[in-house]
């Protein structure tokens, strides 16, 4: 298995803009976690997902977050419109029930 | 509300010496506490994990503690090497939940 894979490792964009990042879970896994990681915050939750249905979402910091998984395989994570202090290392993960979590290689976003 | 209190921040430590890093917690309800590991540019991967039933997890040079009626636990590493260099987060979760609370984090650096 590939483990979790994430999209695009890199992304620089300006202030305003839309920014989507992607994830591809494990296959079989049925939990799928967004984090964000900063040196100022370490690594905060942003929402996690039980059988495609999302179960918490409190930490997402406002309505220009939103996350979806369309299938039991992917996920996006959408920010509209960016803003520089979004800037930081989005990880996704993913579970078989149970708390042990795989992350993804992360993707840097960098919004100027 | 930072569920899990992890410290120090940073750690300097000789190559063959001991790296102890410590976390606390308050939700009693707690049952499952990892460590994480990450290397730069890479998500975290679970280095180690206890259960409250026991006081201590070895896994090669790598040992948790755990004191549960202080809600505390520690990493020890043991002959630490300097590619144990690395940021090493501890969590905890209820494994009736999904989700991990995790620690800020502690940035090691094993120094030939």
């Known amino acids: 298995d590939a483990g979790v894979i994430q999209s695009p490792r890199h992304e620089v964009t300006e202030m305003g803009q839309e920014v989507t990042l992607r994830c591809k879970l494990i296959s079989g896994h049925n939990s799928l976690f967004w984090y964000r990681q900063t040196m100022m915050r370490g690594l905060e939750l942003l929402i996690y997902f039980n059988n495609n249905v999302p179960i918490d979402d409190s930490g997402m910091p406002e309505d220009r977050f939103s996350a979806k998984m369309p299938n039991a395989s992917f996920s996006t994570l959408k920010i509209q419109p960016s803003e520089p202090r979004d800037s930081a290392v989005y990880f996704c993960a993913s579970s078989l029930q149970g708390n042990v979590l795989t992350f993804g290689a992360g993707s840097r976003l960098t919004v100027l | 509300q930072q569920q899990v209190k992890q410290s120090p921040q940073s750690l300097i430590v000789q190559k063959g010496g001991i790296s102890i890093i410590n976390c606390a917690y308050e939700n009693t309800a707690f049952d499952y506490f990892p460590w994480y590991q990450q290397f730069p540019g890479k998500g975290p991967a679970l280095l180690i994990a206890?259960?409250?039933?026991?006081s201590e997890k070895k896994e090669g040079r790598f040992t948790i503690s755990f004191n549960k009626s202080a809600k505390q636990f520690s990493l020890h590493i043991m002959d630490s090497q300097p590619g144990d260099s690395a940021t090493y987060f501890c969590a905890a979760s209820n494994s009736g939940a999904n989700n991990l609370f995790f620690g800020t984090g502690t940035r090691l650096t094993v120094i030939p």
């Open positions: 206890i259960r409250p039933d026991v």
